[in-house]
């Protein structure tokens, strides 16, 4: 089905390997060529003796990615982060970093995310393979890959040491569910550009690269909020075939979903009729008694807003 050139290689050999994808990809025509790069969290270069032990074999991350997209002629780029071994504003400036050189040169965002966890009194639970997930969408990811390792390689697998399917099975299964059902309307749309709105503690993303936003202004959505400036995060995004437009929203105020909390994102919309989906299930798009449009968001979900308009200019659900 496949060639797996490599996984998470230093910069030192990006050339190599853009040669080497290059030849397979005219040696082997059906087959696909697979290659996975580091997290931000990983080594960067130091002019020391220990220079050797870089893993990213680069000064900074930005500077890895870049010499990926100049060396390695994917139409995709491929890492992974494992959210909850790290801090989730890490999480955050990584996918800020891959979306935008992924918008630049035209490739496919896709990302490796985590179901099993680095201590073994933690369970990856279904908020967090949530956030995971429509948080990268909210930043255009295409292509969601799950790092269901098995016993051996950290705690709690999504099988156990005799081959048996484990409740973090069971809870993947349920999120992959709402992922694909979500693909459906999401994957007619390609991203232009994602925003951190709200965060009345700024400190959750002060890793960032990227001031929030009080609310956004975005093609024909405007003043895009929460209610009480709750952080959340929010991609803007164009139809890929005729008109329409669409917002991928994932809440970032609760990142790590101990809690069920709700509360709503309003925006405006220069179209009469708008479409939601949260989770993969339709949800009820409300008006205020000022205009707005209003959706509830809950923890660690993702909500896709569409609206759309048909060849003879009518815009429709």
């Not at 051996?152 to 992922?179: A, F, H, P, S, V």
Request: net charge negative; proline share 3%.
């Amino acid at each position: 089905m496949g060639i797996d050139i490599g996984d998470e290689p230093s910069a030192i050999f990006f050339e190599y390997l853009g040669k080497a994808i290059s030849l397979n990809e005219r040696l082997f025509t059906n087959q696909f060529i697979f290659l996975n790069l580091y997290p931000n969290y990983a080594s960067v270069a130091q002019n020391t003796s220990a220079e050797a032990l870089s893993q990213l074999g680069t000064a900074s991350y930005e500077e890895h990615i870049a010499k990926y997209v100049e060396k390695v002629p994917t139409d995709y780029i491929c890492y992974d982060h494992y959210m909850y071994s790290s801090r989730s504003q890490l999480a955050y400036e990584n996918l800020r970093i891959v979306a935008n050189a992924c918008r630049a040169s035209n490739r496919s965002l896709w990302i490796v995310l985590q179901v099993n966890a680095n201590r073994e009194e933690e369970k990856i639970s279904e908020n967090q393979l949530r956030h995971q997930a429509f948080s990268a969408m909210a930043f255009g990811a295409e292509n969601i890959i799950w790092a269901c390792w098995t016993a051996g390689w950290w705690y709690n697998n999504i099988l156990d040491e005799k081959g048996e399917k484990t409740e973090q099975y069971d809870k993947l299964r349920k999120i992959n569910g709402e992922i694909s059902r979500m693909g459906v309307p999401y994957m007619k749309y390609i991203n232009l550009s994602t925003d951190f709105v709200g965060f009345k503690n700024p400190e959750k993303i002060r890793k960032v690269k990227q001031a929030p936003v009080d609310s956004l202004d975005a093609g024909i959505f405007s003043k895009i909020r929460a209610e009480n400036s709750e952080g959340i995060i929010v991609g803007h995004m164009v139809k890929r075939e005729g008109l329409g437009e669409a917002l991928m929203l994932a809440d970032a105020e609760y990142p790590r979903g101990e809690k069920e909390e709700s509360y709503r994102i309003l925006f405006r919309c220069d179209s009469p009729n708008v479409k939601a989906v949260r989770n993969g299930g339709e949800i009820p798009v409300e008006r205020t008694e000022d205009g707005e449009f209003s959706v509830e968001m809950t923890s660690c979900a993702g909500i896709l807003v569409t609206s759309e308009i048909n060849t003879e200019g009518e815009i429709h659900l």
